[in-house]
Structure formats: structure tokens, C-alpha cells
């Protein structure tokens, strides 16, 4: 029974044909069951590929992809949320802990362009840190090769070779408008050069009487930005210099017969039609058949004639409408015209729609002509160079200008005809790795060659300018906000204040088993003091140590590293100042290597816990070592006096302190080192200051503010910092006249009876050698009164003039210089060294220094359209949303915002939400993955498993079980056949109404 298909047929009614009823063909119905069983497994991810015929009409295939993407939309499984908490209150969807991961710096990596890092940073003026000469080797899109070509009739070869070239003057530009780390380019340092070598012919013969002209026996073509050009011509002065040079590119040459034709896009008053172009003959112009010309008929879509032209070779065909205006967009030009000896017929080689260059001696590139008239400077310019001895064009230079600088057009001079495109003065090439302010951040930091000129050779090469290389261990350090950060030899970081006081330990008793008062210096190195207030005779001897330092008596002087006393002439109850300390003289010596002296008490200094039983170990000493003096003869104590700093309680001369004490050293935490402290002891009652002990950063005080590193205390005491770098401390300037005149830092507070409201104010100078050389090239100036950077605007203050200087007394790398202020919104805030430190004023208040362990090299890059780079390593941080973050380089991150979307789908709701009641569940629908499955094949490659059959017997052999039933329009199978399902009709449109069953059943699933 052809047209009737029955999966099982149990018995044939015999009569139905008797009863003369039609039985129409039909296609099984397909349950949305038998084809989930065939199409996905278990999870929902499809097992079954598609198959069309190979040869099959193209609506199968159409069917084909409908049931494709039904397959995939249908890949999905349901998932399930279970909802938190407890009771019947909602439960909210909430992102928490958000972070941004970020990255800076790291290895770059250039293929297929160079990067130039040899060299570092020289700010002085006229100091180009890199003139460069780029070849094929490595920029690979450069021509480099020998070429031939046909000059009358003759051949010769030439070396040819392109190259860019790159002038690069970097700097830290103080300027206004800049401020930042940049790379100046004047006029002439980016070009392109395309150098001929022996050179190409510039007039028509080699003596170069006429101008060259491309005729049917010369074939010249040189490489120009990449491409391949015919020189069309060259037109030179009487002094046989080259004028001009157009050069035509040379695309694929097209030869013709007459009788043949071939299209143009029209221009003008045909702008949008399509033109026809036929050859209407070729023939010689004289009875020798040397030369040729074509005859060329211009019609438009109609069939009319427009223009007719008739030229040699070398020429271009010009089409003109009937008021002498171009009609046709692209060039014709004429190669070569001449006859087919074979065949006997003339043909013409054309270079149809081509693209024709005019290169002017000394004039804008690309070339304009309204341009030139106006006499106005563009941003490139074109040098054409020849060799009148040889009569030949050597090279052909493109190279930038600087940015005219004019009256505006009302004048008759346009200017800044090219916006920013060139570099000048105001428009620097910024870093793009080592900014300082918002607009280096912005940019530009590339430049791509003839960047928005249109002209041929636009975006050619491009240069990069990446600042700093970021490859050198940096050392941080801050001073200001009355403390000093930096980090040791060690690499560990230290935090001591410019001054701090403790309160005085009740009671006169030492070694009273009371452990001292206990403070902690330094975040974490735990100290001890105590104060023994009564006053206490003692002995110095030769070779004592006094309050820390060494003391020798020879021949009756007293002497100390601070000046020497002559004991004959100390009497009894005299008044003797010894280090900073004034004491008083309780006998006429007694003898010539001892001198008793009174002193008002003496304070103890410990890493450990004052008891009785403290070790001599864990007391603190001075610069020469532990104290060590006795005790006098007939005093209380006659044993020695271990770690005893003596002080004289009335040090004070009209309210303020005199000099400062030998200093006592302060462990740092780690106890790898030490830093050198000044204290006065004001004892309750004794004095107008408040009582207390007061330590003070000790420096060395001189009559300048010291230049090298002799006279200057370093912190940490005597010793380097990380990478070598050095920090001292100079003392106090107390009269602004930029003379350091106290060893210690003084701050200029009411406690100390210091008018901290006072016109005159004291300032501490802080020095910094960013690369061990011993000098230090800058200087740091804090305000005594607010323990900050100095307040530089105050036209009060005669003395400091800035809050940081760098390159004091030109000590800088490279004999740079400047300066930083806060105060002034029109003065620097940040700066770069020559070295490569970043120096910056931070909250007002504090200078942060970033100082590389060696002088890093600057870096540019140059690249091209085939060249690629990488990034690889780099330092990575995490930041919480709102927080800050800042880099080993000193660069800071915040993260104001992490946008996020958080959904939650409640169970029977059709639309999302942010808020699940608490306890219940919800589902979502998840896609499966497709596992490279439902994909379209043809039966030219059958896949294996499971598949989707489309088209009937007669296009697809995969379908041939079903072929006794397609046997009329209207006939179609839609059924499941093992593990296949197949979708089959007699026509195309029967097919299509199968396959829409079986969509109708993927849709059911």
C-alpha cells in the first residue's frame, strides 16, 4: 500500500478499496518522550548531530538549522536554591566581601617590533636619550631587497631598503601645563625613510635634461609603506633637483582588447551610477609601430556616450563630462599599449582603479593642493633627496613637523591645522607606566605614525612610550606627620616618631623592684625607663663613659667629642657643661685623671624590665657604649653606676632648652639596629615646661645644611637602608635663616616653652641619598609647630623656601633640580628623578620617596600592524570595595565601586527577585553543555551516534528505509527508527512539514 505508512499493521481490511475510499499517507505522531530518549542523555546535553544530503535542496538545510537551535534551546536542567534562615521573615540575596584583584608593570614582550631599554632618564635640556634608525631586523613589515627595473629600454638593480626612524628626548617636564614624566619629539625625529641606494633615474634620459616620464620602455616600481608603486613621474628644477615624484600603486594589471569593456563608479553628476568603460581600438601612431595608443568610449547605464579619450602609454585616461568636470572615481592608467605579435591584435595593460601619490619637495604629505596655496605647515613634510652627479632620486623621507604656531585665520594663517596629532610643547608624549598626574594617565602615551591624516602609510609603525622600566627592587620611605617610615638592610619596615614624650616615673628609687614605666617604640619593640630624681655625685675618670660617650683626661683637660674642660680651673660649686649637660663641680679635683660632678638625677633605658636583677646587657647605651661612671667617694652609691644618662633639670635658659643631651640609642623592632635620640627630663615643678622625659631625634649641628654625608646623623643610626639607600637627620634651623643651629629636633611647643603660635618657626631639615653616592640630593623641611611639612606659604617664614628640594646645591643625578610644595595649588606636588624616584607630597603633610635599588633604563616601543605584545608577571593586590590599595611603585588604587547584579528566582514566581522567603526553595534553569553535539552535517561526512535524518531517499541515502512511502506530493515521515529520527517528505515542503512535527514534539519536552 504505497503512501500509507504503518508501524504495525495487524490486518488489511480488504473492502476499503472496494469502497472506493482514498487512504491518505500520513506520518506516525512523535511523543516528546521517544525523541528526549533519542536527542539528550540524562543530564539534558544533547546526543544526536543533524544530517542533511549533500546535494539537497537548500530549505532542507534551512529545516536543518531550525531544528538545530531547538535542540540547544532545549538543553537545560532545572536547579534548585534552597533558601536560609529562619521563621517567616524574607531572606535577602547579598553579595559580601567584595574585592578587586589588580595588576601593574610585569615583563612586556614585543613580537614582530622592538623595544629600546638601554638607556636612562636625562632631563637635562637637549639631552635625547634615543635617535634610532629602525630596519627590517626586527620589524619585519619593512622592505629590505634588491629590485630591478627598465629605465630606456635598459635594466638595473638597486638596494632598496625602508626604515623608520625615532628621536626620543625624555624628561621630568616641570612645566605648568605638564608635570610629569614625557617624551619630547621635535620636528623631524619620526620619520619614515625609504632609502633607494644606488638611486632610481629622475629625468627621461641619464643626462637628466628632461623630466622622467613612465613610457613603454621604462618599468620603474620601488616599495612604498608596503606596497608596490609605479613611478608614473619625476619632475626636476634646472639645477636638477627633484621637485616632484607621483607614484601610482600598482594593483593587479589588467590586459584588453579592443571590444572589451570593463566598469567605474561615476563621480560628479554621475556620483552613484555605474559607467562603462570599452577599448575601442588600439593602433600605432606612426608608420614605425613603435608606440600605441588606445581609444577609450565612456557610457553610462543607458548606453549613451559621455566622453571619448584617446592616450599612450604612461598616461592617465581622463573622462571628462561636458563642462571639462571628472566623471569617473579611481584612476585608469595606461601601463603599456602595444601589439600581440601572436595573435596580431593590439592590447592595452591597464592599472585600473588605482591610487596615485604626489610627493612635493619640501610640502605637506599628504599633498593638498588649497593647502599649499595657503602657504600652511602641515604635520608631515616630504624631503626628496637625490644625487645630482648621478642624476638620481637616492631617498624619499616622511617625517613629522612641530605644530604651527600663528595668528588664527582672520590673519590669513591657519593654524593648528592638525589638532594634536604632532608633538609639541603642549602636547607631550606621557608614560605610559611611571604618571604622576590625571592627564599622563589619559595620555596619549602612542603616537601612531600619520594617525588620522587618511594619507597612504597611516598607522604604519606606531611608538610607545612606557616610562620607567618597572624591574628594579624599590625602597620606600616617608617622612612627615612627625614620624619617619623606611625599611632597613633587612628589607623590614620601621615607623619611629621626630619626637615623643613619657610621663615621669613617681618617685626617686632605682632598682626598687617597680620595673620602670614601659612604653612601646617603634609599633612593637618594647622599652623600659626609669628616673632616678635626687641628686647624685659621681667620678669621671680617664677612659669613663659619660652618658654614653668616651671620655679621656690627659694633662688635666677633660675631654669629649663635643669639646674638652679644663679641670684646674673648675672649683667647687662651679657650674661645668659637659656634652649638653651642665653639672656641678663638688670638689676642687683631687687629683689630675678624676672629676667629681653633682648632676640633678640620671635616667635608664632598658629592653627588659627594670628590676633589681636587670642585666647590664639590657640597658640601653649611648654612642660609645654603656655608662660606666662610679659613684663618688662618701656619695650613697659608690659601685658603678651601669646605664645612668645623667640631666640637668635646670637646662633651661628663658623657657627654652639649651643643647641637647649625648644621645641614648632606641632599638628598633628586630634589634638589627638603632636610632639616635636626644632627652630632656623636666622634673614636676622644676621648671615652667611640663615635666616629663622628652626624646628628641639627634642630628649633628654645623653651619650649612651639609652636602655629603660627613656631620650628618643617619637613620637608622650609622647605618644604610634597604638597597643601600642613606637618610640623616641634620637637627634644627630655630632662626629661618637656613642655618642648622640645634643638634636635635626641636619642637616648638608651649610644653617646652616654644610659642608654638610664634612668627618665627623652627624647622628640621631631613636629607636623602637615593643612590649611595654619599651625597645627598635631597632635602626634606618639617614644621616644628605642626611636626608636618613646613608651611611654605607663610610669607612669614623667610627660610625654608619649599617643602622638598631636590637637586640642593645641584647635587642632583644629571644636575636636575626642583622643587615640591602643598600649599601652593601652582607649585609641583610630585616629581621623578633622574634615578627613577618618584617623590611626592602626600595628604599635605608627608613626602613619600619610591627609590629603585639600580638606575632603571626609560623604555619605548615601536611596533607595527603585524606586531603583537604581552604582558607576563607583573605585582598583583587585592582591594576591598571602597578601600585603597597601593603598589611597590608607589602607585595608589581605589576601588570606589564593584558593580554586581544578585538575582534569586522563588519557586513559582515568573519573575526575578532579590528577596526568598526564609526556608523555602526556588529553581533556576541551568544550560547543559552541548558536548560538541547538534551540529549540522551533510551525508559527505557522516558522524557517528545518534542522528536527526532531514530530506527524502533522493537526497539523503540515509533515508532510504522510508522510501516505499514517499510517492506523492503530500507524503512525509516523522518517526524514531532505531537511534535515529527521521524527518522526510516527497517535496521540499512536505520535508519542512516533518521537520516542524518533530520541533513541535522538542518543544513538547
Given amino acids: 500500500m504505497n503512501g500509507l505508512k504503518i508501524r504495525k499493521l495487524a490486518a488489511v481490511v480488504a473492502g476499503a478499496a472496494l469502497l472506493g475510499t482514498a487512504v491518505a499517507p500520513m506520518a506516525s505522531a512523535l511523543t516528546s518522550s521517544e525523541v528526549k530518549s533519542v536527542v539528550y542523555d540524562a543530564s539534558m546535553s544533547p546526543v544526536a548531530n543533524i544530517v542533511v544530503g549533500q546535494n539537497a535542496h537548500v530549505s532542507d538545510g534551512v529545516w536543518a538549522g531550525n531544528i538545530a537551535r531547538k535542540v540547544v534551546e532545549k538543553a537545560v536542567v532545572q536547579k534548585n536554591f534552597n533558601g536560609t534562615g529562619s521563621g517567616t521573615g524574607l531572606g535577602t540575596a547579598q553579595v559580601t566581601d567584595l574585592a578587586a584583584k589588580l595588576s601593574i608593570g610585569g615583563t612586556v614582550t614585543v613580537s614582530g617590533g622592538k623595544t629600546f631599554d638601554n638607556v636612562s632618564l636625562n632631563s637635562a635640556s637637549g639631552q635625547d636619550e634615543y635617535g634610532q634608525s629602525i630596519t627590517q631586523d626586527p620589524l619585519a613589515f619593512l622592505k629590505d631587497e634588491t629590485i630591478s627595473y627598465k629605465f630606456n629600454g635598459s635594466s638595473e638593480s638597486i638596494d632598496v631598503k625602508e626604515t623608520v626612524g625615532v628621536q626620543l628626548d625624555a624628561k621630568f617636564n616641570t612645566d605648568d601645563d605638564v608635570r610629569d614624566l614625557t617624551a619630547d619629539i621635535a620636528a623631524g625625529d619620526i620619520n619614515y625613510v625609504l632609502n633607494l641606494g644606488a638611486g632610481i633615474p629622475i629625468g627621461s634620459t641619464s643626462a637628466a635634461t628632461a623630466d622622467f ?231 596619549p602615551y602612542s603616537f601612531s605614525f600619520l594617525d588620522g591624516t587618511g594619507a597612504l602609510g597611516e598607522d604604519f609603525f606606531t611608538v610607545t612610550f612606557n616610562g620607567f622600566e618597572n624591574d628594579e627592587e624599590l625602597t620606600y620611605l616617608s617622612i612627615g606627620n612627625n614620624e619617619v617610615t623606611f625599611r632597613d638592610a633587612q628589607d623590614s619596615s620601621h615607623t619611629v616618631p621626630f619626637w615623643f614624650k613619657q610621663d615621669q616615673v613617681t618617685g626617686s628609687a632605682v632598682n626598687d623592684g617597680t620595673g620602670g614605666k614601659k612604653f612601646t617604640f617603634d609599633d612593637s619593640q618594647e622599652l623600659w625607663y626609669d628616673l632616678n630624681t635626687t641628686t647624685t655625685d659621681f667620678n669621671v675618670s680617664n677612659g669613663t663613659l659619660l652618658n654614653g660617650v668616651a671620655v679621656s683626661i690627659v694633662s688635666g683637660t677633660l675631654n669629649t667629642d663635643n669639646g674638652g674642660v679644663a679641670m684646674n680651673d673648675v672649683n667647687a660649686g662651679e657650674a661645668v657643661t659637659i656634652n649638653g649637660v651642665t653639672y656641678t663641680a663638688v670638689y676642687s679635683p683631687y687629683s689630675t685623671t678624676t672629676l667629681t660632678l653633682r648632676a640633678d638625677g640620671y635616667l635608664r633605658v632598658a629592653d627588659a624590665e627594670l628590676t633589681s636583677s636587670v642585666s647590664t646587657s639590657d640597658l640601653l647605651s649611648g654612642l660609645g657604649g654603656l655608662s660606666n661612671v662610679t659613684g663618688a667617694p662618701g656619695a650613697a652609691t659608690t659601685a658603678q653606676l651601669a646605664g645612668a644618662f645623667f ?41 615652667s615646661t611640663d615635666d616629663g622625659v622628652y626624646f628628641m631625634l639627634n642630628g649633628n649641628p654645623g653651619t650649612s645644611q651639609h652636602t655629603s654625608l660627613s656631620g650628618i646623623r643617619r637613620i637608622p643610626n650609622g647605618a644604610t637602608m634597604q638597597n643601600n639607600k642613606q637618610m640623616g637627620f641634620l637637627g634644627t634651623d630655630v632662626g629661618e635663616d637656613g642655618t642648622v643651629d640645634k643638634n636635635f629636633y626641636f619642637p616648638q611647643i608651649d610644653d617646652l616653652g616654644q610659642d608654638d603660635g610664634s612668627t618665627t618657626v623652627y624647622s628640621s631639615v631631613f636629607a636623602v641619598d637615593e643612590n649611595n653616592s654619599s651625597v645627598y640630593s635631597a632635602r626634606v623641611y618639617i614644621d616644628n609647630q605642626t611636626d608636618d611639612l613646613s608651611n611654605t606659604d607663610d610669607d612669614d617664614i623667610a627660610s625654608p623656601t619649599s617643602d622638598v628640594n631636590y637637586g640642593w646645591t645641584s647635587s642632583g643625578i644629571n644636575g636636575t633640580s626642583f622643587s615640591l610644595d602643598y600649599e601652593d595649588t ?54 576591598d570595595e571602597g578601600e585603597t590599595g597601593t603598589f611597590t611603585t608607589g602607585t595608589q588604587i581605589t576601588v570606589e565601586d564593584i558593580t554586581y547584579t544578585a538575582t534569586v528566582v522563588p519557586a513559582g514566581s515568573s519573575t526575578s527577585s532579590t528577596t526568598v522567603t526564609s526556608g523555602t526553595s526556588g529553581t533556576y534553569w541551568e544550560p547543559a553543555p552541548l558536548n560538541g553535539k547538534a551540529m549540522v552535517y551533510t551525508t559527505q561526512t557522516v558522524p557517528a551516534g545518534n542522528k536527526i535524518v532531514v530530506g527524502g531517499p533522493l537526497v539523503n541515502s540515509l533515508a532510504n528505509s522510508v522510501s516505499d512511502r514517499l510517492n506523492a506530493a503530500g507524503d512525509m515521515v516523522a518517526e524514531v527508527s532505531g537511534s535515529n529520527i527521521i524527518v522526510a517528505g516527497y517535496t521540499a515542503e512536505d520535508t519542512g512539514a516533518a521537520a516542524q512535527m518533530l520541533i513541535t514534539a522538542l518543544d513538547a519536552i
Fill in 647 to 687: 640631666y640637668d633639670d635646670a637646662n633651661v635658659s628663658g623657657s627654652t632648652i639649651g643643647v641637647s643631651t649625648a644621645p641614648i640609642l632606641l632599638p628598633v623592632s628586630g634589634d638589627n639596629y638603632n636610632v639616635a635620640y636626644s632627652y630632656f627630663v623636666s622634673e614636676s615643678g622644676s621648671n
Fill in 826 to 879: 601652582d607649585s609641583l606636588t610630585a616629581g621623578w628623578t633622574d634615578w627613577g624616584t618618584k617623590v611626592s607630597i602626600v595628604n599635605n603633610d608627608t613626602v613619600e620617596f619610591w627609590m629603585p635599588q639600580n638606575r632603571p633604563s626609560i623604555e619605548f616601543v615601536v611596533t607595527g600592524a603585524s606586531s603583537s605584545t604581552t604582558v607576563s608577571g607583573g605585582e598583583s593586590i587585592t582591594v
Fill in 213 to 443: 616620464s613612465d613610457g613603454s620602455d621604462d618599468n620603474i616600481r620601488i616599495p612604498f609603506f608596503g606596497k608596490t608603486y609605479l613611478v608614473q613621474t619625476v619632475d626636476i628644477t634646472t639645477s636638477r633637483t627633484v621637485d616632484e615624484v607621483r607614484l601610482i600603486e600598482d594593483k593587479a594589471k589588467q590586459t584588453f582588447v579592443a571590444g572589451e569593456t570593463f566598469t567605474m563608479q561615476g563621480k560628479g553628476l554621475y556620483n552613484g551610477q555605474t559607467l562603462t568603460v570599452t577599448v575601442v581600438s588600439v593602433v600605432a601612431t606612426g608608420p614605425a609601430a613603435f608606440s600605441y595608443q588606445a581609444k577609450f568610449n565612456l557610457t553610462d547605464a543607458s548606453g549613451s556616450l559621455i566622453d571619448t579619450q584617446t592616450v599612450g602609454a604612461g598616461s592617465f585616461v581622463d573622462f571628462e563630462d561636458i563642462e571639462g568636470d571628472e566623471v569617473v572615481s579611481g584612476d585608469i592608467y595606461v601601463d603599456t599599449a602595444s601589439l600581440n605579435t601572436g595573435t596580431n591584435e593590439g592590447t592595452v595593460d591597464l592599472l585600473v582603479g588605482t591610487s596615485s601619490v604626489r610627493l612635493l619637495d619640501g610640502e605637506n604629505y599628504p599633498y593638498n593642493e588649497q593647502v599649499d596655496e595657503d602657504n600652511v605647515d602641515g604635520p608631515y613634510e616630504v624631503t626628496l633627496n637625490e644625487s645630482t652627479d648621478t642624476n638620481k632620486l637616492t631617498s624619499i623621507v616622511i617625517s613629522n613637523q612641530q605644530k604651527d604656531v600663528g595668528d588664527d585665520s582672520a590673519s590669513g594663517e591657519l593654524v593648528d591645522t592638525w589638532g594634536e596629532s604632532v608633538f609639541d610643547d603642549d602636547t607631550p608624549l606621557y608614560s605610559k607606566w611611571s604618571t604622576l598626574t590625571d592627564d599622563g594617565a589619559d595620555g
